[in-house]
């Protein structure tokens, strides 16, 4: 036998052992796999591919699609069956190609019945399943039917119960309930309904509820009736009247809702009516009240906010409750730190002084009224005010105390207008005596000065005249002045001119009080004639008193925009040198100073007024002192140091010469300030 011939035995022999395995293997994928690797061995082939083919792959288009795949050409490959063979000889693969053939006609055999064989075994399955299935919903059908059956029995029971029940809750209901046809008419009515208009069942069912709707509010019941029918609702609420059988309205509250049939047709409107006249009139006159309390709170919240007194509720505890913007103001401090903390808390400062009197009230149930108040604010508590305070009890209806109420004037400026009027009215008794006494005591004055004028000049050596009377009398003269001078004649007769010329002064002073001056009043710059005044000062020095104003420290604080004040400018500048002297001896009697003595002044402009202040950082004033520092003659200096009318004079030409203000605010130890108010016309 050739060797060409062996070559075909052996691979025929190799393509039968192929055929026999292929019915042992479980599954197309192992079947694939074996056929492909036994065949990749035989002779002449080089590659082979399994690939499952669709009934509709049998076109050259669709093969040449499915061999760009695969790495091989269209006369390189071989389709048999499901399988692609790429041939390496074609020679020895035509030996045995028809073998190869009945083999993938085997194998597709093979898998087609398989495959036909477990379709057959699903397709079992799942008929036994669906006459499982079929069965089970049979006797559920039955079960059900049954159940339906009980069902329908109890509905019909539950019904007929439910419709008694709903017959005698209809019946008994305590507000009116109907039935009423989609054209208005009543269908079913209670016994409250009756009750409510007077009518009887059988006059209601005869009706409809347009004549018994008050003629006004027909167009209320119209559209509630359109929404529902509409469908843009589902349930109607409104109020409106109806006409009682005695013509009487009463106001009615109306809940409607729609009954449909099943194909959504109006069956019934199903109504509640209750009667709310009685509540519309307590409501109205609920209303009316609220209105009034409303009004009066509005007021009182109102006075309560904008009068100028503060007002105040104190707790038990001592903690503010309430408090106005005033009230607040006083305190210095805004609304939001006030409540609900402690008196002690938000002015520690009066603390002590106050508690006691609300803890007074607290106890005993009584007021106290007109409780003077005095010191300095909170934000600057050199500036001194006076207040007057009024604490009383708040009870509630039952007499449970609620708290301490409390209100709080500034009677400041009361204070120093009635100190002013005093003031003035003191200036003016002392500017009627002045006019008197001047006159009768500018004579004998006069007399005093001229005698020791005289005297000083008829004792002196120097004239001729006295030398030669002297002569003419034996006496001599230069003797007699030693002899004088060893007595301290000369020095009595000085101090008799000392004092004879103050006393001139001070009446000269005194004359200020009882005419006007005759000075002109011109426009002034107030920053340039107190510089002058400055000028002025510092060239006094006073060894008794135990100041050099050279020494003292000048602070000036001018406004720029200041405008000139129309004034009489000597008159001025004496009051301004007056509040400067006065400043510089306050300073120079303190014994120990722990600051440089310092006089500060400044100018404001206040609106229609210019503010002049000399503030010092002397020894400063109690408040009795204070208080008369304007009054004439008044003065805490020493004997001979001072007439007591500086101030009063400077107060004289501001008030009454000028129509201005003069006021002094001083605490001891803190200084004093003096301020002065000058119109600018």
């Known amino acids: 036998m050739s060797s060409s011939k062996q070559a075909s035995a052996e691979t025929l022999s190799r393509i039968l052992l192929i055929q026999n395995m292929i019915g042992q293997l479980p599954d197309e994928q192992n079947i694939s796999n074996f056929v492909c690797a036994g065949l990749r061995d035989l002779p002449g082939i080089d590659e082979v591919w399994y690939k499952k083919k669709e009934p509709s792959d049998v076109d050259e288009t669709k093969i040449r699609h499915d061999l760009h795949q695969f790495p091989v050409s269209i006369d390189q490959a071989h389709y048999y069956g499901d399988y692609i063979i790429r041939v390496s000889d074609s020679k020895q693969f035509t030996l045995y190609s028809s073998y190869i053939h009945n083999l993938s006609f085997m194998v597709a055999v093979i898998l087609?019945?398989?495959?036909?064989?477990?379709?057959?075994?699903?397709?079992?399955?799942?008929?036994?399943?669906?006459?499982?299935?079929?069965?089970?919903?049979?006797?559920?059908?039955?079960?059900?039917?049954?159940?339906?059956?009980?069902?329908?029995?109890?509905?019909?029971?539950?019904?007929?119960?439910?419709?008694?029940?709903?017959?005698?809750?209809?019946?008994?209901?305590?507000?009116?309930?109907?039935?009423?046809?989609?054209?208005?008419?009543?269908?079913?009515?209670?016994?409250?309904?009756?009750?409510?208009?007077?009518?009887?069942?059988?006059?209601?069912?005869?009706?409809?509820?347009?004549?018994?709707?008050?003629?006004?509010?027909?167009?209320?019941?119209?559209?509630?009736?359109?929404?529902?029918?509409?469908?843009?609702?589902?349930?109607?609420?409104?109020?409106?009247?109806?006409?009682?059988?005695?013509?009487?309205?009463?106001?009615?509250?109306?809940?409607?809702?729609?009954?449909?049939?099943?194909?959504?047709?109006?069956?019934?409107?199903?109504?509640?009516?209750?009667?709310?006249?009685?509540?519309?009139?307590?409501?109205?006159?609920?209303?009316?009240?609220?209105?009034?309390?409303?009004?009066q709170l509005a007021e009182l919240n109102y006075l309560y906010r904008s009068t100028p007194v503060g007002i105040c509720l104190v707790s038990s505890d001592l903690r503010f409750i309430r408090i106005n913007q005033a009230m607040a103001d006083i305190n210095g401090k805004p609304i939001s730190e006030h409540l609900n903390r402690t008196i002690r808390e938000v002015i520690p400062e009066v603390a002590s002084q106050v508690e006691p009197i609300y803890q007074q009230v607290i106890n005993t149930g009584q007021p106290i009224e007109n409780f003077e108040l005095h010191g300095g604010t909170q934000d600057d508590?050199?500036?001194?005010?006076?207040?007057?305070?009024?604490?009383?009890?708040?009870?509630?209806?039952?007499?449970?105390?609620?708290?301490?109420?409390?209100?709080?004037?500034?009677?400041?400026?009361?204070?120093?207008?009635?100190?002013?009027?005093?003031q003035t009215e003191k200036m003016m008794s002392v500017g009627g005596l002045a006019a008197g006494m001047a006159h009768e005591i500018n004579n004998p004055l006069s007399v005093i000065l001229q005698s020791a004028q005289n005297i000083t000049r008829f004792l002196s050596p120097e004239l001729p005249k006295n030398q030669e009377l002297a002569q003419q009398l034996g006496v001599d003269l230069q003797q007699m002045n030693a002899y004088l001078e060893a007595r301290h004649v000369f020095s009595f007769i000085e101090g008799m001119q000392e004092a004879a010329k103050r006393a001139s002064k001070i009446v000269k002073d005194m004359l200020l009080f009882s005419r006007r001056s005759e000075s002109r009043k011109a426009s002034t710059n107030l920053s340039e004639l107190i510089e002058q005044t400055l000028d002025l000062a510092a060239a006094d020095y006073d060894l008794k008193k135990r100041y050099d104003f050279k020494n003292f420290k000048i602070l000036r604080e001018y406004d720029s925009e200041l405008q000139p004040v129309f004034c009489t400018q000597t008159e001025i500048q004496q009051v301004f040198l007056n509040l400067l002297r006065n400043s510089a001896q306050a300073i120079g009697s303190q014994d120990e100073r722990t600051e440089d003595p310092t006089v500060t002044v400044r100018t404001i402009n206040e609106g229609n007024m210019a503010r002049l202040e000399v503030e010092d950082n002397g020894p400063g004033m109690e408040e009795q002192v204070r208080k008369r520092v304007f009054e004439p003659f008044f003065t805490t200096k020493d004997v001979g140091s001072g007439t007591g009318l500086g101030l009063s004079v400077s107060y004289f030409i501001i008030t009454n010469n000028h129509k201005g203000q003069i006021a002094v605010e001083s605490m001891p130890g803190k200084g004093a300030k003096f301020i002065i108010h000058l119109p600018f016309t």
């Open 112 to 295: 087609d019945n398989r495959r036909q064989a477990e379709l057959l075994s699903s397709e079992k399955l799942q008929l036994e399943a669906a006459v499982k299935e079929r069965t089970t919903d049979l006797l559920q059908s039955n079960q059900k039917l049954l159940d339906e059956i009980t069902e329908r029995e109890l509905i019909e029971q539950a019904l007929t119960e439910s419709k008694d029940l709903l017959d005698s809750a209809i019946n008994n209901a305590p507000i009116g309930m109907v039935l009423v046809t989609p054209n208005g008419a009543f269908y079913r009515v209670n016994q409250a309904l009756c009750e409510i208009t007077g009518y009887s069942e059988a006059e209601l069912l005869k009706m409809s509820f347009n004549d018994i709707t008050h003629p006004d509010d027909h167009q209320i019941g119209v559209d509630a009736v359109r929404r529902l029918l509409s469908g843009l609702s589902h349930k109607e609420q409104i109020e409106k009247r109806y006409i009682h059988k005695n013509g009487v309205p009463i106001d009615v509250f109306i809940n409607t809702t729609i009954l449909r049939k099943n194909t959504g047709t109006p069956l019934y409107f199903f109504t509640q009516i209750q009667d709310i006249t009685l509540s519309k009139e307590a409501e109205q006159k609920l209303k009316d009240s609220e209105k009034r309390l409303s009004d």
């Open 381 to 422: 508590l050199h500036l001194e005010r006076d207040w007057l305070a009024c604490y009383y009890p708040v009870l509630s209806n039952d007499g449970t105390l609620l708290g301490v109420g409390t209100t709080v004037q500034d009677v400041t400026e009361r204070k120093r207008t009635a100190e002013i009027m005093i």
